[in-house]
């Protein structure tokens, strides 16, 4: 894990992590787990347990996570399944999200930043 992210874990105290498939771009989300299940409360606040939009909720950002634990160098074992559904078989690269982080394979992330690049050159931003 980048050294940034790791001095905000021990900022936040918080010893886990959750992995996650993004649901927005082809790589693997990590977030603090504190702030990970403080954002999902706040989905969930003030919705029953058992209706339909709760179990929605929970099943799409709790279902699918990974909590880990990274070993004294930051260093963790990223589950198969998510560095296959995100395409991490070489060179991977980190892209800071304020509160979490990504990881990409670099050569997808480098075309998602030229397609960014491109959309403010239109006047999009």
Same mark, same amino acid.
């Given at each position: 894990?980048?050294?940034? $992210? !790791?001095?905000? /874990?021990?900022?936040?105290? +918080?010893? *886990?992590?959750?992995? !996650?498939?993004?649901?927005? +771009?082809?790589?693997?989300? =990590?977030?603090?787990?504190?702030?990970?299940?403080? *954002?999902?409360?706040?989905? =969930?606040? @003030? /919705?029953?347990?058992?209706? +339909?939009?709760?179990?929605?909720?929970? !099943?799409?950002? =709790?279902?699918?996570?990974?909590?880990?634990?990274?070993? @004294?160098?930051?260093?963790? =074992?990223?589950?198969?399944?998510?560095?296959?559904?995100?395409? /991490?078989?070489?060179?991977?690269? $980190?892209?800071?999200? @304020?509160?979490? $982080?990504?990881?990409?394979?670099?050569?997808?992330?480098?075309?998602?930043?030229? !397609?960014?690049?491109?959309?403010?050159?239109? @006047?999009?931003?």
């Amino acid at each position: 894990m980048p050294a940034s $992210f !790791r001095a905000a /874990l021990n900022r936040l105290g +918080a010893e *886990e992590i959750v992995l !996650r498939p993004s649901r927005h +771009a082809p790589c693997v989300e =990590v977030w603090p787990e504190p702030a990970y299940m403080a *954002e999902v409360q706040r989905r =969930v606040d @003030g /919705l029953s347990q058992l209706s +339909a939009e709760y179990q929605s909720i929970m !099943r799409k950002l =709790v279902a699918r996570i990974h909590t880990l634990r990274p070993d @004294g160098e930051g260093r963790i =074992v990223m589950p198969r399944e998510l560095a296959e559904k995100a395409g /991490l078989d070489g060179e991977i690269a $980190f892209s800071g999200l @304020g509160a979490y $982080f990504q990881i990409w394979s670099a050569a997808t992330l480098t075309a998602e930043e030229a !397609r960014l690049e491109a959309e403010d050159a239109g @006047g999009d931003v």
